[in-house]
């Protein structure tokens, strides 16, 4: 299975400077590795300019930081599937916990995001993870089996597995500076994986797993080495093409 790189700004650059980034990203990266492939996701109004500097640069990929379940309506503020497909989107996040826990959305918002941009044909990453008071209260497993059976409720069992990504980000790693460590991570990652080997029990075991929290430059060959983990999603090295060349080559 390819490492998948992802890059979320959240509400980070205008849409200059994500083209100025999106350009420097593909010059630094040069020639992405056979094993590496890159999703960039910028906030809604930067879409046209980073597709446009990403062009055809092979392996580079884009999507949505969000995205309503519905095909149009009267839905002040929010983003349809096919508007992100339509502005160069082959992806798009669901669950992000910026999205759960400052904007207030429920697992089942959530599962119903998920469910409905896959059959718009969209790919999705659902982002999951704990709390530090649900780690601490002995919760983890619970917290992620409950994210994975309702985010991804609606899901059909013969899902295309090159389609969903998981990202694991417990909430005290994201934007800290604390990571969390490799026993964590390991852990963690294997919960998932037998959750959604239960779940789907034929594509499971090919559903990317993303590590998320606070991934740098010289963290990031560890994490991508450890077993169960396909690729990391990075949110603040993801800002500047230098620091998020040298995680996607790591
Ligand atoms: C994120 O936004 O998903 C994230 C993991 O952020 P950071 O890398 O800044 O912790």
Known sequence: MKKLMAANWKMYKTADE???TADALVKAVGTLPGDREVLIFPPFTALHAAHDALGQAAGFHMG?????????GAFTGEIAPGMLKAAGCG???T????????LGETDALVGSKTAFSLAAGLSVCLCIGEKLDEREAGALTTVIHRQLETGLADVP????????AIAYEPVWAIGTGKVAGPAEILEAHAIVRAKLCAM?????????ILYGGSVKPDN??????LDNVDGVLVGGASLQADSFSRIVLA
């Open 18 to 20: 994500a083209r100025q």
């Open 64 to 72: 949505g930081q969000d995205v309503y379940p519905a095909e149009e």
């Open 91 to 93: 992806w798009v996040l």
């Open 95 to 102: 669950g992000h916990s910026e999205r759960r826990h400052v």
């Open 157 to 164: 069992a013969d899902v295309d597995p090159g389609r969903l």
């Open 200 to 208: 789907f029990p034929s594509a499971g075991t090919d559903m990317p």
């Open 220 to 225: 990031a060959a560890e994490i991508v080495g």
